[in-house]
């Protein structure tokens, strides 16, 4: 490689991340928050694979380009399943708050994962992903159940939801600047986590005023 071909890799990093995780978990709908910063209602089933890119400047000027391979939730059986981690930086485990079954079956995801890493030589980062946090009041997947599965896989942990974009910026690039040794202040981190919206929710039965909170959520409920 030439210093200029080597200096413009230095200058603009490519990181591959790749989302797993069972179907409805909201792979796509975090890919296209992150990317577009947009968010559908419908749910439309990822066939095989899909690709996003998205190029972030990080603190100290630091470009990168993430590619994003949002790899459909029927493909846990798949023999191109291996193909598709093979050389990730980061493999963000997604599954839905709401949803124990999504949860319980990340372990064969991370199975896979862990059988691809023994065959190569880059060893990805891996983030756990609770996704949809902005159904708190529906969540099943108790938090000590998260943070076990994070400290026995040496997960970063994270909580988003794609559908008002909470913590979804600062998923992506947290997961990057670390993969490249930037250090996000706390400045940056809260400019990250981006949303701070309030619904108004119509409890008719239930006339008290109620708050719900999530773990490194801004989401609250109020009447
Ligand atoms: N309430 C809520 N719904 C969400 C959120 N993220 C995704 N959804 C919804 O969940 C459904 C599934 O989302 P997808 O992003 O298509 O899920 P996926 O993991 O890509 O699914 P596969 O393509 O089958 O692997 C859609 O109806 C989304 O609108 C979220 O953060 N909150």
Partial sequence: MSDSESEDEGANRQLKFVLLGDGASGKT???TRFVHDSFGKQYKQTIGLDFF?????LPGNINVTLHVWDIGGQTI???MLDKYIYGAQAILLVYDVTNQQSFE???NWHNVVKKVNEESETQPRVALVG???DLEHMRTVKIDKHLQFCQESHSSSHFVSAKTGDS???CFQGIAANLVDVKLNRAEIEQLQNVVRADIVNYSQEPET???HSPRSSMCTIQ
């Fill in 29 to 31: 709908s975090l890919a």
């Fill in 53 to 57: 890119l998205k190029r972030i400047t």
């Fill in 77 to 79: 059986g798949s023999k």
């Fill in 105 to 107: 079956n990340l372990e």
């Fill in 131 to 133: 996704n949809k946090i």
């Fill in 168 to 170: 979804v910026f600062l």
């Fill in 210 to 212: 109620r708050s719900v």
